[in-house]
Nanobody, 115 residues
């Protein structure tokens, strides 16, 4: 299993950013995936997840209404569209594949929110 995040960078408060995670090594369309993040000095926390269909999603309260998770089963990718970014959203964002005893993480992509 290989997960590679991209799309991180520096964005001004209130701005948007779109993260992507390219997955390989498993039958992508059969599994849900999720996004997590870890801010400096903080524990890693759940951000959002998406089921196999792409129609069922869950979000952390802190991002609900601002972030949207989606997937492209043909491209084996998931995305996180982030809007109205706040300084508190600054973190390393990770893609996670977790099923039964299998638990895989990407290397993360840094999101910095600053003016």
């Amino acid at each position: 299993v290989h997960l590679v995040e991209s799309g991180g960078g520096l964005v001004q408060p209130g701005g948007p950013l779109r993260l992507a995670c390219a997955a390989s090594g498993f039958t992508f369309r059969n599994y849900g995936l999720s996004w997590y993040r870890q801010g400096p000095g903080e524990e890693r926390e759940f951000v959002a997840d998406i089921d196999v269909t792409g129609y069922n999603t869950n979000y952390a309260d802190s991002v609900k209404g601002r972030f949207t998770i989606s997937r492209d089963n043909d491209a084996n990718m998931i995305f996180l569209q982030m809007t109205s970014l706040k300084p508190d959203d600054a973190a390393v964002y990770y893609c996670r594949f977790h099923w039964s005893a299998y638990d895989y993480w990407g290397q993360g992509t840094q999101v910095t929110v600053s003016s």
